[in-house]
């Protein structure tokens, strides 16, 4: 390719590709069914028989490995965002995350706690933000279609943001995280 | 040539036809819950997705291989039971003796994914295995005597030869001619199908999802696929022994609906037996009910 | 009942001060020195066997920190609270975990969060509720949370506050009910 030449767009094959591969990973998202914070009390009703989440195709995961979305349910502690870390780095691409609740926002409720961080977007990238205090099954559903939304049109790139600018994350994450003792990348 | 053609379109018709039965059983789970299912082709879009992930972690060999014997297993008794009677396509490979080769590779097939589980280094991988082990060795027991019994009060060992001395109208199904036999090797189904009560090797609640828990994206697509081939094979391994075989493609789709509809039923009213319960179940009750009919054919 | 207690304390302990008093519910107050002979005087003798919970507040302006144990009779539904008062430089406090072993839970977490020491507590020193915290016990009302989560987890956007009576009141209209039929002819 010479250095004069105008940039290709993919050709029409590739597009469909993509295509058909959004439509599947938004038509099965599988969710680690680990409850952060005070939100997934929200999320347990979700499987019952009023607010059905498998028509969507979304079903509960026990571990990180075969899932793909991890909810941060309310407020995060330091001490949980350790943990959160290793479980965010175990799941494997392509990788989304919903924040339920204001507190990732900008600190809801908590905002002057020694324990509990401001803003989520700093130490961990988010896709989907659901307000609320704690939102309703409704709403999170609500946050799911948007979800999905996103992944058909190819604007959910939270995954690629975290692995290009992994040292700004690791520079946050560390600077209110004072014993670290995490290996560099849980692959 | 033909041959490679027949084999091929047998695995990748009995790939569909596990996924499709898959989905449906989870739909009709759901409305046995009183809500809406997933779609029927759910289980499709699920192996896709998984498929299409774009980075995968292994832990070894041992891990890589372990979803390839499950595959292996599944097809090799995939080929050695005749699909549908009179049809040169699917008598594929079969020989004298092939019912006992058919019940050694069902194991073989479900120790290769132990042993990939058991390379994978989590505990609770390894913990599931040693129950699921533990299970299978009390059910293979019954399951065998009564393939024993049908095979010798029958005096032949192809399986071909069990299909085809079933064919003189409905009441020469071995369901009514052996019928002891045939209620220990279907007590001895819901175990092989992991339904409930006897579903403790994928625990959800307690051990999180068994041997597969280290498996991820592409592996887990593998592992999914062995599962819907194997349920297939045994469907059809069973539809062959017990209930006559099936003389053309709707009686083989119809037959195997039918009877995988029942570990679904029988599990979704179900709770969940513990290791020591079901293991001293299954040693007692199915196994007697087939020694009866070994009994009375010997004599 | 309640009444049968306090005069067999008060027998004992001379220098008891009540500070409340209901019919299944007795606070009092003794001097540092007598607490941990009032406290297994009630569970050897008087029958308050369950020790429900230790807590501690910080009277700055006395400089004292205000110990109190709450226990509990089952058999006949009453409630001893026993306070003292401890001086609030290195402060040490006997520790209960030798007759109530559960006790050494509650005496961790006030050593982590006041900063008192309970000489005898098996696992006094282990991270418990914090991990790897470096500044002072963070419960002290000299530890100003507001100042050191903007400083560590950033400052948050700050947002306008509404009166809800005025901002309902444009939005609605006028207001039928009488108190708005005033508020209406005042403004």
Same mark, same amino acid.
């Given at each position: 390719?010479?250095?004069? !030449?105008?940039?290709?767009?993919?050709?029409?094959?590739?597009?469909?590709?993509?295509?058909?591969? #959004?439509?599947?990973?938004?038509?099965?998202?599988?969710?680690?069914?680990?409850?952060?914070?005070?939100?997934?009390?929200?999320?347990?009703?979700?499987?019952?028989?009023?607010?059905?989440?498998?028509?969507?195709?979304?079903?509960?995961?026990?571990?990180?490995?075969?899932?793909?979305?991890?909810?941060?349910?309310?407020?995060?502690?330091?001490?949980?965002?350790?943990?959160?870390?290793?479980?965010?780095? !175990?799941?494997?691409?392509?990788?989304?995350?919903?924040?339920?609740?204001?507190?990732?926002? #900008?600190?809801?409720?908590?905002?002057?706690?020694? #324990?509990?961080?401001?803003?989520?977007?700093?130490?961990?990238?988010?896709?989907?933000?659901?307000?609320?205090?704690?939102?309703?099954?409704?709403?999170?559903?609500?946050?799911?279609?948007?979800?999905?939304?996103?992944?058909?049109?190819?604007?959910?790139?939270?995954?690629?943001?975290?692995?290009? #600018?992994?040292?700004?994350?690791?520079?946050?994450?560390?600077?209110?995280?004072?014993?670290?003792?995490?290996?560099?990348?849980?692959? | 040539?033909?041959?490679?053609?027949?084999?091929?379109?047998?695995?990748?018709?009995?790939?569909?036809?596990?996924?499709?039965?898959?989905?449906?059983?989870?739909?009709?789970?759901?409305?046995?819950?009183?809500?809406?299912?997933?779609?029927?082709?759910?289980?499709?879009?699920?192996?896709?997705?998984?498929?299409?992930?774009?980075?995968?972690?292994?832990?070894?060999?041992?891990?890589?291989?372990?979803?390839?014997?499950?595959?292996?297993?599944?097809?090799?008794?995939?080929?050695?039971?005749? %699909?549908?009677?009179?049809?040169?396509?699917?008598?594929?490979?079969?020989?004298?003796?092939?019912?006992?080769?058919?019940?050694?590779?069902?194991?073989?097939?479900?120790?290769?994914?132990?042993?990939? *589980?058991?390379?994978?280094?989590?505990?609770?991988?390894?913990?599931?295995?040693?129950?699921? %082990?533990?299970?299978?060795?009390?059910?293979?027991?019954?399951?065998?005597?009564?393939?024993? *019994?049908?095979?010798?009060?029958?005096?032949?060992?192809?399986?071909?030869?069990?299909?085809?001395?079933?064919?003189?109208?409905?009441?020469?199904?071995?369901?009514?001619?052996?019928?002891?036999?045939?209620?220990?090797?279907?007590?001895?189904?819901?175990?092989?199908?992991?339904?409930?009560?006897?579903?403790?090797?994928?625990?959800?609640?307690?051990?999180?999802?068994?041997?597969?828990?280290?498996?991820?994206?592409?592996? %887990?697509?593998?592992?999914?696929?062995?599962?819907?081939?194997?349920?297939?094979?045994?469907?059809? %391994?069973?539809?062959?022994?017990?209930?006559?075989?099936?003389?053309?493609?709707?009686?083989?789709?119809?037959?195997?609906?039918?009877?995988?509809?029942?570990?679904?039923?029988?599990?979704?009213?179900?709770?969940?037996?513990?290791?020591?319960?079901?293991?001293?179940?299954?040693?007692?009750?199915?196994?007697?009910?087939?020694?009866?009919?070994?009994?009375?054919?010997?004599? | 009942?309640?009444?049968?207690?306090?005069?067999?304390?008060?027998?004992?302990?001379?220098?008891?001060?009540?500070?409340?008093?209901?019919?299944?519910?007795?606070?009092?107050?003794?001097?540092?020195?007598?607490?941990?002979?009032?406290?297994?005087?009630?569970?050897?003798?008087?029958?308050?066997?369950?020790?429900?919970?230790?807590?501690?507040?910080?009277?700055?302006?006395?400089?004292?920190?205000?110990?109190?144990?709450?226990?509990?009779?089952?058999?006949?539904?009453?409630?001893?609270?026993?306070?003292?008062?401890?001086?609030?430089?290195?402060?040490?406090?006997?520790?209960?975990?030798?007759?109530?072993?559960?006790?050494?839970?509650?005496?961790?977490?006030?050593?982590?969060?006041?900063?008192?020491?309970?000489?005898?507590?098996?696992?006094?020193?282990?991270?418990?509720?914090?991990?790897?915290?470096?500044?002072?016990?963070?419960?002290?009302?000299?530890?100003?949370?507001?100042?050191?989560?903007?400083?560590?987890?950033?400052?948050?956007?700050?947002?306008?506050?509404?009166?809800?009576?005025?901002?309902?009141?444009?939005?609605?209209?006028?207001?039928?009910?009488?108190?708005?039929?005033?508020?209406?002819?005042?403004?």
């Amino acid at each position: 390719m010479y250095c004069n !030449q105008r940039p290709e767009k993919p050709g029409a094959k590739k597009e469909m590709l993509k295509k058909i591969n #959004n439509m599947a990973r938004a038509n099965s998202l599988w969710v680690t069914a680990y409850g952060t914070g005070c939100g997934a009390i929200e999320l347990r009703p979700l499987g019952t028989s009023r607010f059905d989440m498998e028509r969507f195709g979304i079903a509960m995961r026990p571990t990180p490995r075969q899932a793909d979305v991890l909810i941060i349910s309310g407020y995060l502690a330091t001490k949980t965002l350790k943990r959160v870390i290793r479980v965010y780095e !175990q799941i494997q691409d392509p990788k989304y995350i919903i924040a339920l609740g204001s507190c990732t926002i #900008n600190g809801g409720m908590y905002f002057d706690s020694y #324990n509990t961080l401001n803003m989520l977007d700093k130490y961990l990238p988010v896709d989907v933000y659901v307000m609320g205090c704690m939102p309703r099954p409704e709403a999170v559903i609500d946050g799911f279609s948007l979800l999905m939304q996103k992944i058909k049109d190819g604007r959910a790139q939270g995954w690629k943001h975290y692995k290009e #600018n992994l040292d700004y994350y690791r520079e946050n994450q560390m600077k209110i995280i004072t014993d670290w003792d995490l290996p560099d990348y849980n692959w | 040539m033909s041959n490679i053609i027949s084999i091929v379109l047998t695995i990748a018709g009995a790939l569909t036809w596990g996924l499709l039965l898959g989905g449906i059983s989870r739909t009709v789970t759901a409305r046995i819950h009183g809500r809406m299912g997933p779609r029927v082709t759910q289980n499709f879009i699920d192996m896709w997705k998984l498929f299409k992930k774009k980075s995968s972690i292994h832990h070894g060999g041992m891990f890589w291989m372990a979803p390839m014997f499950r595959i292996t297993g599944a097809i090799c008794v995939l080929l050695m039971v005749p %699909l549908v009677i009179g049809n040169s396509i699917t008598y594929n490979m079969s020989f004298a003796g092939d019912v006992f080769l058919v019940i050694y590779i069902m194991f073989f097939g479900c120790l290769g994914m132990a042993l990939g *589980a058991g390379n994978s280094g989590h505990p609770y991988a390894v913990i599931a295995v040693s129950r699921g %082990l533990a299970q299978m060795s009390s059910y293979e027991l019954s399951f065998s005597i009564a393939v024993v *019994a049908i095979a010798v009060g029958l005096k032949t060992f192809r399986i071909e030869g069990i299909v085809e001395a079933q064919q003189a109208g409905i009441l020469s199904w071995n369901i009514f001619r052996f019928p002891f036999a045939s209620a220990g090797a279907l007590i001895a189904f819901l175990p092989m199908q992991m339904a409930y009560p006897f579903g403790i090797v994928l625990a959800p609640q307690e051990i999180p999802i068994g041997p597969p828990t280290e498996y991820s994206s592409r592996f %887990l697509s593998f592992m999914f696929s062995g599962r819907a081939l194997f349920g297939t094979a045994k469907l059809i %391994l069973f539809v062959s022994l017990l209930f006559g075989g099936a003389s053309n493609w709707l009686s083989l789709l119809v037959k195997t609906f039918l009877l995988y509809m029942y570990p679904v039923v029988v599990s979704s009213v179900f709770p969940r037996f513990r290791t020591e319960q079901s293991i001293r179940f299954l040693w007692f009750v199915p196994t007697s009910l087939a020694l009866v009919d070994l009994i009375r054919v010997m004599l | 009942m309640i009444d049968k207690t306090r005069k067999e304390l008060e027998i004992r302990f001379p220098l008891l001060k009540v500070v409340r008093e209901m019919h299944n519910y007795l606070h009092i107050k003794v001097e540092k020195a007598s607490a941990m002979d009032a406290i297994v005087m009630a569970k050897t003798s008087l029958g308050f066997k369950t020790l429900q919970l230790i807590s501690s507040v910080d009277r700055i302006e006395d400089e004292v920190f205000q110990m109190t144990w709450i226990l509990e009779n089952y058999s006949s539904k009453t409630v001893l609270l026993i306070s003292a008062d401890y001086p609030r430089e290195n402060c040490i406090v006997p520790s209960l975990s030798d007759i109530w072993p559960a006790a050494s839970a509650f005496e961790r977490e006030i050593f982590e969060m006041f900063g008192i020491s309970f000489p005898g507590n098996p696992r006094e020193g282990e991270d418990f509720l914090l991990e790897g915290w470096k500044d002072i016990p963070p419960m002290r009302k000299d530890f100003l949370t507001e100042e050191y989560s903007m400083k560590l987890y950033g400052e948050r956007q700050p947002r306008e506050h509404l009166d809800p009576r005025q901002y309902i009141g444009d939005i609605v209209g006028e207001w039928n009910t009488p108190m708005g039929k005033k508020r209406k002819e005042e403004k």
